[in-house]
């Protein structure tokens, strides 16, 4: 080793001879258990509000189709103009569909919210011959 380098080590090290050991640095361990509760609760939060939604638009759809199947009839609907009749027909149709999308992606938040949380937790199932059994802890 030339001296150029010993004196690079020698600074590097603050000055300590080269067979003391380092101090050790400081390393936080990360959590034993997956954090996936604060995901699996937004997850949650996110299916309620996709699901009051989903609710708002299925009454919307349902208040227009029962406001058309209400019309009095004799033959012919005589009560509203053909464009109204067209108009409430969409916006009940356009309704119902928006809500069972709503409620399409208020039932995948619920499931994945169920998956994080399940995940999340120290808990374990296990199957055998004689059935399924829970063990570990659910906070």
């Not at 509203?80 to 119902?96: H, P, R, V």
């Not at 069972?100 to 999340?120: C, D, Q």
């Not at 199932?125 to 829970?134: A, D, H, M, W």
Request: hydrophobic share 50%.
């Amino acid at each position: 080793m030339t001296l150029k380098w010993a004196l690079f080590l020698a600074a590097l090290v603050g000055g300590r001879a080269l067979a003391e050991p380092l101090p050790k640095s400081v390393v936080t361990e990360p959590p034993a258990e997956p954090r996936l509760r604060p995901a699996a609760y937004m997850s949650f939060v996110l299916a309620a509000a996709g699901a009051g939604t989903a609710g708002y638009f299925a009454v919307q759809s349902n208040n227009a189709r029962a406001a058309l199947l209400s019309l009095p009839r004799q033959g012919v609907v005589t009560s509203i103009s053909q464009g109204q009749a067209l108009k409430d027909y969409n916006t009940a149709t356009q309704n119902g569909q928006i809500a069972a999308a709503l409620m399409g992606g208020a039932a995948a938040f619920a499931g994945l919210g169920a998956v994080l949380w399940w995940y999340g937790s120290k808990a374990t199932i296990q199957v055998g011959p004689n059935g399924v059994s829970l063990t570990g802890t659910l906070p």
